[in-house]
């Protein structure tokens, strides 16, 4: 058993002491259990899941560059094969956004890939709908009591129940791994000054005396923050990473992959970040939609350089709840959508290609005459990321941790 000595001389920041002690409505229990390999195989799996709320444009993250009718509806926002807007290559007619650099070298070594014209269940076009449904894996809004990564977690078989750990980024827990099982939360250094080492000590030892439980999980908060800000500056330190979305979303990464790294740690993850409803000037190349790319791109390469060793065994997905609509507003921007694209990444994906049933951007092809129609179900992407690694059954795929989805089969062939 690999066990982390307790880091008393690391100062808690007071988000993090608030954080420790309140949690995110799950349990934060951080213990560095020495967490058994997959059943499955001799591997020691872990998986992020990366919500991007807003909404993203799959065809300008991933232009279908090759798709006849994609230049003359995606109007000025549109990329192409050559020229002025240049998308980076991949296979079968896509491409990539110019933002994208790092994740298409991992795409280049095999170690990324897409998967276009995907959407969840929901047909609708609201926000706060469309995440409920993609985060709690329910088939429609309403149901948002738990998220299916934590219920993942919950029905992990064998000597991996109760040992296998989730991980949620951020001031407040996603959805996705909110529920009764037990999760760490942690967030990136915030504005609020950090409590000196001394008082952190003398909180530990009061409530070890006083409250075990409490104390137990302040030790955990204290060996998490510890983990999570090795390299990222002083441990402890409540410093801003920077003050642009771009350094926020790679510090967030940065820090949930030392974590993942940990002997022990979480081996689930989840992460959010905001901004990606482009209704205007979407096309701009230091424009709203450029600027989340690039943070993006920033966090898979953040990723990729802390979990080391362990990205071998690493699969990341990042998903949003819809994508937009295929023709340019007025605003130079697009409106909400249903199908998009999602990116994965990772050492445990047979990685280096776009799978999509593409099913062309004809307008008589179109959804409700406006959307790319959807032709994958997001549900089957994950429930095929997600089994074997974790040796879940279809059983619980079906009907714990994407309930009533006994219909949608899990998509062969996406990890080594």
């Given at each position: 058993?690999?066990?982390?000595?307790?880091?008393v001389?690391?100062?808690?920041?007071?988000?993090?002491?608030?954080?420790?002690?309140?949690?995110?409505?799950v349990?934060?229990?951080?213990?560095?259990?020495?967490?058994?390999?997959?059943?499955?195989?001799?591997?020691?799996?872990?998986?992020?899941?990366?919500?991007?709320?807003?909404?993203?444009?799959?065809?300008?993250?991933?232009?279908?560059?090759?798709?006849?009718?994609?230049?003359?509806l995606?109007?000025?926002?549109?990329f192409?094969?050559?020229?002025?807007?240049?998308?980076?290559?991949?296979?079968?007619?896509?491409?990539?956004?110019?933002?994208?650099?790092?994740?298409?070298?991992?795409?280049?070594?095999k170690?990324?890939?897409?998967?276009?014209?995907?959407?969840?269940?929901y047909?609708?076009?609201?926000?706060?709908?469309?995440?409920?449904?993609?985060?709690?894996?329910?088939?429609?809004?309403?149901?948002?009591?738990?998220?299916?990564?934590?219920?993942?977690l919950?029905?992990?078989?064998?000597?991996?129940k109760?040992?296998i750990?989730?991980?949620?980024?951020?001031?407040?827990?996603?959805?996705?791994?909110?529920?009764?099982?037990?999760?760490?939360?942690?967030?990136?250094?915030?504005?609020?000054?950090?409590?000196?080492?001394?008082?952190?000590?003398?909180?530990?030892?009061?409530?070890?005396?006083?409250?075990?439980?409490?104390?137990?999980?302040?030790?955990?908060?204290?060996?998490?923050?510890?983990?999570?800000?090795?390299?990222?500056?002083?441990?402890?330190?409540?410093?801003?990473?920077?003050?642009?979305?771009?350094?926020?979303?790679?510090?967030?990464?940065?820090?949930?992959?030392?974590?993942?790294?940990?002997?022990?740690?979480?081996?689930?993850?989840?992460?959010?970040?905001?901004?990606?409803?482009?209704?205007?000037?979407?096309?701009?190349?230091?424009?709203?939609?450029?600027?989340?790319?690039?943070?993006?791109?920033?966090?898979?390469?953040?990723?990729?350089?802390?979990?080391?060793?362990?990205?071998?065994?690493?699969?990341?997905?990042?998903?949003?709840?819809?994508?937009?609509t295929?023709?340019?507003?007025?605003?130079?921007?697009?409106?909400?959508?249903?199908?998009?694209?999602?990116?994965?990444?990772?050492?445990?994906?047979?990685?280096?290609?776009?799978?999509?049933?593409?099913?062309?951007?004809?307008?008589?092809?179109?959804?409700?005459?406006?959307?790319?129609y959807p032709?994958?179900?997001?549900?089957?992407?994950?429930?095929g990321?997600?089994?074997?690694?974790?040796?879940?059954?279809?059983?619980?795929?079906?009907?714990?941790?994407?309930?009533?989805?006994?219909?949608?089969a899990?998509?062969?062939?996406?990890?080594?």
């Amino acid at each position: 058993m690999t066990m982390i000595r307790r880091p008393v001389d690391v100062p808690l920041s007071r988000r993090g002491f608030i954080r420790a002690a309140g949690g995110f409505g799950v349990a934060c229990g951080f213990g560095f259990l020495a967490a058994p390999a997959s059943a499955a195989s001799a591997r020691d799996p872990r998986f992020v899941v990366i919500i991007l709320r807003g909404a993203m444009d799959g065809l300008s993250a991933v232009p279908p560059v090759g798709d006849p009718d994609y230049a003359t509806l995606h109007g000025d926002l549109a990329f192409a094969a050559s020229g002025d807007r240049a998308a980076l290559p991949l296979d079968s007619g896509f491409g990539l956004h110019p933002s994208l650099a790092a994740f298409k070298t991992l795409y280049d070594l095999k170690q990324a890939m897409v998967v276009h014209a995907v959407a969840t269940s929901y047909r609708d076009r609201s926000h706060f709908d469309g995440q409920d449904v993609l985060e709690s894996g329910n088939p429609g809004p309403g149901r948002t009591d738990s998220g299916w990564l934590n219920r993942t977690l919950a029905a992990l078989p064998g000597p991996a129940k109760g040992a296998i750990r989730g991980l949620g980024v951020g001031a407040t827990a996603p959805l996705v791994i909110r529920g009764p099982a037990p999760a760490l939360g942690w967030a990136p250094p915030g504005g609020l000054a950090p409590a000196g080492a001394d008082l952190t000590q003398r909180v530990l030892d009061l409530y070890a005396h006083s409250d075990a439980v409490l104390g137990e999980r302040l030790h955990a908060a204290v060996a998490a923050e510890k983990v999570a800000a090795e390299g990222g500056g002083e441990p402890g330190s409540t410093k801003k990473p920077g003050g642009g979305p771009v350094d926020q979303m790679r510090a967030a990464a940065a820090g949930a992959g030392r974590l993942l790294a940990t002997p022990g740690g979480p081996r689930l993850a989840a992460l959010a970040f905001d901004g990606f409803d482009t209704h205007q000037n979407e096309g701009a190349a230091q424009g709203l939609l450029a600027q989340r790319l690039q943070g993006l791109d920033a966090s898979f390469e953040a990723l990729h350089a802390s979990l080391g060793e362990a990205w071998k065994d690493t699969i990341v997905i990042a998903v949003t709840e819809f994508g937009r609509t295929v023709r340019v507003n007025g605003t130079h921007g697009t409106d909400h959508g249903t199908a998009t694209a999602a990116l994965l990444a990772g050492g445990a994906l047979a990685g280096g290609r776009v799978v999509a049933d593409w099913p062309s951007l004809r307008p008589e092809r179109l959804y409700e005459g406006r959307d790319l129609y959807p032709t994958a179900d997001l549900r089957g992407v994950i429930k095929g990321l997600i089994a074997e690694p974790f040796g879940l059954s279809a059983k619980a795929l079906a009907e714990t941790v994407f309930p009533d989805s006994a219909q949608v089969a899990p998509t062969r062939g996406l990890i080594v």
